[in-house]
């Protein structure tokens, strides 16, 4: 079934460290992708996107994604995290105009 | 408005009764998304609208859940006979392009008891 998968439910980080959240997607053909952020009581936000060129997209608030077709995969890092990155993050890809599909999410939790 | 507005911000209603929820959309987006985040889970496609074509119901769970658009813009979801697997967050999105992300609203929390 066509679908997009975050790999990590939770992931519980100390601040500094860095950080590679998982997703992929099983859809073939062109995809747009996204990644969006909710922090707490807060409503979703989008972080960053990909539509074409290239592959390595810079975001807001210092996160990158890094789309790599071989693999269907667009993964979110970010080199040194900060308490305030607490938040859920999910992946989202857009195969026609009117259907955006979402991973599961996954919520990280930022050490002080 | 400057975002996605949805009313009410919570609702609590009895199982078996019937809820509307609203959204009001960034003005001069034509396409308009509802999605459905229930604990655990991802966002779930309800249905689209863009323009005034008509809309993508695909995603809607059973015939007790409705929407329409009026004058395209403000957004009405009515979900009949409640049941408590339709607690959940409604959420309402907008778009302005179709290559565009979407501007969530803060979205509204159903709890049927």
């Known amino acids: 079934a066509q679908s997009v998968s975050q790999h990590n439910h939770h992931v519980i980080l100390s601040e500094a460290a860095s950080l590679e959240l998982g997703c992929n997607y099983s859809?073939?053909?062109?995809?747009?992708l996204f990644w969006y952020v909710q922090y707490p009581g807060q409503h979703l936000q989008l972080l960053l996107k990909y539509f074409s060129g290239d592959p390595l997209v810079k975001g807001i608030k210092g996160f990158e994604a890094e789309f790599i077709k071989s693999k269907f995969s667009f993964n979110l890092r970010k080199p040194s995290v900060q308490w305030s990155d607490t938040a859920e993050y999910f992946c989202?890809?857009?195969?026609?105009?009117?259907?955006?599909?979402f991973g599961a999410g996954t919520r990280l939790t930022v050490k002080p | 408005g400057a975002g996605v507005s949805q009313s009410p911000s919570n609702k609590v209603t009895e199982k078996g009764k019937d809820v509307e929820l609203r959204c009001d959309p960034i003005?001069?987006?034509?396409?308009l998304y509802w999605y459905r985040q229930s604990l655990g889970q991802g966002l779930e496609f309800l249905i689209y609208?863009?323009?005034?074509?008509?809309?993508?119901k695909s995603g809607l769970p059973s015939d007790r859940f409705s929407a329409e658009r009026t004058g395209g813009s403000v957004s009405t979801l009515t979900i009949q006979r409640t049941q408590q697997e339709d607690s959940a967050v409604y959420l309402c999105?907008?778009?302005?392009?179709?290559?565009?992300?979407?501007?969530f609203g803060s979205g509204t929390r159903l709890t049927v008891v």
């Open positions: 003005s001069g987006h034509t396409a």
């Open positions: 609208f863009q323009g005034n074509s008509a809309p993508d």
């Open positions: 859809y073939g053909g062109t995809v747009n």
């Open positions: 999105a907008s778009s302005y392009d179709r290559l565009g992300g979407y501007t």
């Open positions: 989202a890809v857009k195969i026609t105009n009117n259907d955006m599909r």
